[in-house]
């Protein structure tokens, strides 16, 4: 009877780790996305936010209206999905956020100054 209650308990333990072994796993947004060299580490353009946006999770930036961001890549858009761009935030009152790279959708944005094209397709 010892026996069968610890097998049991450990059925319960290994079913209750199961999502913290397994992770969470997100819906890729795109296959490709262009930039302007092999790393996507260089500025394609600069961007001006039309609208503020909330980043739904960890993948995306917020945004407020008026925001200047550099834009790093542009998913190449997929059936079903949205036009996103990956970017930084830029300016003095965002400090704080500047350096994190993260999507945001195209739409809310305005391509203020293009420096290089976006020429090279990579897979995401």
């Not at 961007?47 to 503020?52: G, L, S, T």
């Not at 997929?78 to 935030?89: I, N, P, R």
Request: hydrophobic content about 40%.
């Amino acid at each position: 009877m010892a026996r069968c209650v610890y097998l049991v308990i450990l059925l319960l333990c290994l079913g209750l780790m199961y999502p913290l072994v397994t992770g969470i796993f997100m819906d890729k947004l795109a296959s490709e996305k262009l930039c302007a060299d092999d790393d996507c580490v260089y500025t394609i353009s600069l961007a001006r936010a039309e609208e503020d946006y909330n980043a739904p999770d960890c993948r995306f930036i917020n945004i407020k209206k008026g925001q200047l961001i550099y834009v790093y890549s542009k998913l190449v858009k997929e059936k079903d999905s949205g036009e996103f761009w990956a970017g930084s935030v830029y300016g003095e009152q965002y400090e704080d956020h500047m350096g994190t790279v993260g999507y945001f959708p195209s739409s809310l944005v305005s391509e203020q100054h293009v420096y290089q094209e976006a020429n090279k397709t990579v897979p995401t």
